[in-house]
Nanobody, 123 residues
Framework: QVQLVESGGGSVQAGGSLRLSCAASGRTFSNYAMGWFRQAPGKEREFVVALTWNGESTYYADSVKGRFTISRGNAKDTVYLQMNSLKPEDTAVYYC????????????????WGQGTQVTVSS
């Protein structure tokens, strides 16, 4: 059974930092692109960031560029999201995603989703 399990969410004040982790299991994810989406209360789910399977290319939403950094563990089955200079508008449930297609990961519904982790940023 394929699973993506997020951790690291929590509450922080504006300007603070959090690091999210996502552990993939159930299959080999070394050749999968991985990334993050988020969904704020009352809003649609939105793309945040994606990383190609080989780590050579990254794609960020304009709203997080320069503040968020995605990286991958050496075993390729873990992905991290370092979030700095957090803003109240970053408050959302963050979902880890995986797909063979980087294009699908960025613009449509990825194949695999985690259960989500809550990030709350207070002003």
């Amino acid at each position: 059974q394929v699973q993506l399990v997020e951790s690291g969410g929590g509450s922080v004040q504006a300007g603070g930092s959090l690091r999210l982790s996502c552990a993939a299991s159930g299959r080999t994810f070394s050749n999968y692109a991985m990334g993050w989406f988020r969904q704020a209360p009352g809003k649609e789910r939105e793309f945040v960031v994606a990383l190609t399977w080989n780590g050579e290319s990254t794609y960020y939403a304009d709203s997080v560029k320069g503040r968020f950094t995605i990286s991958r563990g050496n075993a390729k089955d873990t992905v991290y999201l370092q979030m700095n200079s957090l803003k109240p508008e970053d408050t959302a449930v963050y979902y880890c995603t995986a797909d063979r297609s980087i294009a699908r990961l960025r613009t449509t519904t990825p194949t695999y989703w985690g259960q989500g982790t809550q990030v709350t940023v207070s002003s």
